[in-house]
């Protein structure tokens, strides 16, 4: 059974562009959850997504947005790029929302901002 | 504030050389806690949940522990390819029912053959 696939693998982008990072939840999970992570810190939440609904929004700027499709694969979108913005975004999923759910990461989007 | 905090910051052992990991947390309502494994440029692989005090669990040379204060995560007989970043995170309950996770900085951890 495949796991969390995101896409892509890699990506460079210049400051002032924007960018589309998608992610595939594990078959069966309905809640997926975007990260940014720096080099050297723990994940920072970003949104949480479930049944095509935002349940989880952390402290990022407006520039970030995201959504959940039917089949329950998510994109996340940012503008206006920023060097800050360079990080490893991880899309993980779990299967609901309630009680305690651990949540199974993709491999990540490594995205370089110039 | 909730707060997580992990210690040492990195760790480097010798092959066989067992150790632990400290994860120590300041929450209200906490709902679980997570250990994941996360090797460089990768996602974090999920390791254990832990839901109460006393709670332990166990997965080949990894054990996790957790008291009202804090996890460990004990290392035996440790192998070169346990060398990774050890991540714990905590889940609460916010207003609302909303759960979140809050992360550690994570420890740093080389074994050397």
């Known amino acids: 059974d495949a796991g969390v696939t995101q896409s892509p693998t890699h990506l460079i982008k210049t400051r002032g562009q924007h960018v589309t990072l998608r992610c595939s939840p594990i078959s069966g999970h309905k809640s997926v959850s975007w990260y940014q992570q720096v080099l050297g810190q723990g994940p920072q939440f970003i949104f949480q997504?479930?049944?095509?609904?935002?349940?989880g929004r952390g402290n990022f700027p407006d520039r970030f947005s995201a959504r959940q499709f039917p089949n329950y694969s998510s994109e996340l979108n940012v503008n206006a790029l920023l060097l800050g913005d360079s990080a490893l975004y991880l899309c993980a999923s779990s299967f609901g929302l309630a009680g305690i759910r651990e949540q199974y990461f993709g491999p990540g989007t490594r995205l370089t901002v110039t | 504030e909730d707060q997580v905090t992990q210690s040492p910051e990195a760790l480097r052992l010798q092959e066989g050389e067992s150790s632990s990991l400290n994860c120590s947390y300041t929450?209200?309502?906490?709902?679980?806690l997570f250990w994941y494994r996360q090797d460089p440029g990768k996602g974090p692989e999920f390791l254990f949940t832990?839901?109460?005090?006393?709670e332990e669990k166990e997965k080949e040379r990894l054990k996790a522990t957790l008291t009202k204060k804090e996890s460990f995560l004990h290392i035996t007989a440790p192998k070169p390819e346990d060398s990774a970043t050890y991540l714990c995170?905590?889940?609460?309950?916010?207003?609302?029912?909303?759960?979140?996770?809050?992360w550690g900085l994570g420890t740093s951890l080389g074994v050397n053959p």
């Open positions: 832990l839901y109460s005090a006393g």
């Open positions: 997504y479930y049944e095509k609904e935002e349940r």
């Open positions: 929450v209200s309502g906490l709902r679980g």
């Open positions: 995170a905590v889940q609460v309950a916010n207003a609302g029912n909303n759960r979140k996770l809050i």
